[in-house]
């Protein structure tokens, strides 16, 4: 049998001086206490950040401290209840039934970091996903992908959606004033057409819209531009999924939306609450 040794210098059984004979340096402390991995004093309140507490700066901190730390499972990675209720090993990497809901990373960064933090992710970060629920082959694969100009997407998402909203709107209120009356709008912004959209209000002024001619953009109008087929409206509702799927941490909207949710803050019964 063979022996590897590791020696290192904290751990010398003799004590080297500095250059020209001063004190030795002292070992790095190590913590040994668990705790969680949170890096912030308190959560961050969207109420907060709607009022501009923090600022800019301390937004932009905050974030990189929040993307790059590994948390564990005082902060809520795993979970020991899958949403139908059956019960499993709270680190488990494969769930029953192929359910992809178990801790993959215990970081954002730890996915996405190719070629750098904040990019895309090497072939092992990869999901694949089980659309029959059953954990057999063959599975809808996506790759990590970067998430550099997400922030400037949801922005103009969100303009052009204000836009063509606005528009139709306008031609709701156009219609109840000619009751029987279609009325059209051209769906446009920012130089891009979407088709248009037409409304008849009847005499009590309840309005039907005829959206047979809307093009490029949900009934709803709702531009959705994160995440691999562009059907996730904010940068929000992706990470709420990652987090999720990714490390078993449930953001408290998903519990809210949940059935049960309501009466059980933490439905994934890993003890930990508002993770």
């Known amino acids: ?22 004190a030795a340096s002292s070992p790095p402390a190590v913590e040994l206490t668990e ?25 932009f901190e905050a974030g990189r401290l929040l993307f790059h730390t590994a948390f564990n499972g005082l902060d809520g990675v795993g979970m020991a209840k899958l949403p139908n209720g059956e019960t499993i090993h709270r680190f488990a990497l494969t769930p029953p039934g192929g359910i992809l809901l178990s ?17 895309g992710g090497a072939s092992h970060t990869h ?25 400037i997407l949801q922005l103009l998402a969100q303009e052009i959606t204000e836009d063509l909203q606005a528009a139709r709107d306008d031609a709701a209120a156009a219609a109840r004033e000619a009751p029987g009356t279609a009325v059209s709008r051209e769906l446009e912004s920012k130089g891009v057409s979407y088709g248009a959209i037409s409304a008849t209000a009847d005499a ?6 005829d959206l047979s001619a809307v093009e490029g953009v ?22 709420m999924g990652a987090a999720s799927i990714g490390m078993g941490m449930q953001a408290e909207e998903f519990v809210w939306r ?3 949710g309501e009466a059980n803050p933490d439905l994934d019964a890993d003890g930990v609450t508002r993770e």
């Open 1 to 22: 049998m063979t022996l590897f040794v590791l020696c290192l210098p904290a751990c010398s059984t003799e004590t080297a001086g500095t250059e020209g004979g001063g």
């Open 258 to 260: 949940s059935p049960g």
């Open 35 to 59: 705790k969680p991995a949170f890096p912030l004093p308190a959560h961050l309140e969207s109420a907060d950040i709607a009022a501009g507490r923090p600022g800019h700066g301390g937004l």
């Open 204 to 209: 009590q002024g309840e309005v039907r819209f």
């Open 218 to 239: 949900d009934p709803d109008l709702v531009v959705r531009p994160i995440g691999w087929k562009g059907n996730i409206t904010t940068i929000r509702g992706i990470v």
């Open 127 to 151: 999901v694949a996903q089980d659309g029959d629920l059953d954990g057999l082959p063959p599975f809808n694969v996506r790759s990590t992908t970067s998430l550099f100009g997400n922030g």
């Open 103 to 119: 801790p993959a990373s215990q970081s954002c960064g730890g996915c996405h970091n190719l070629p750098f933090p904040g990019g």
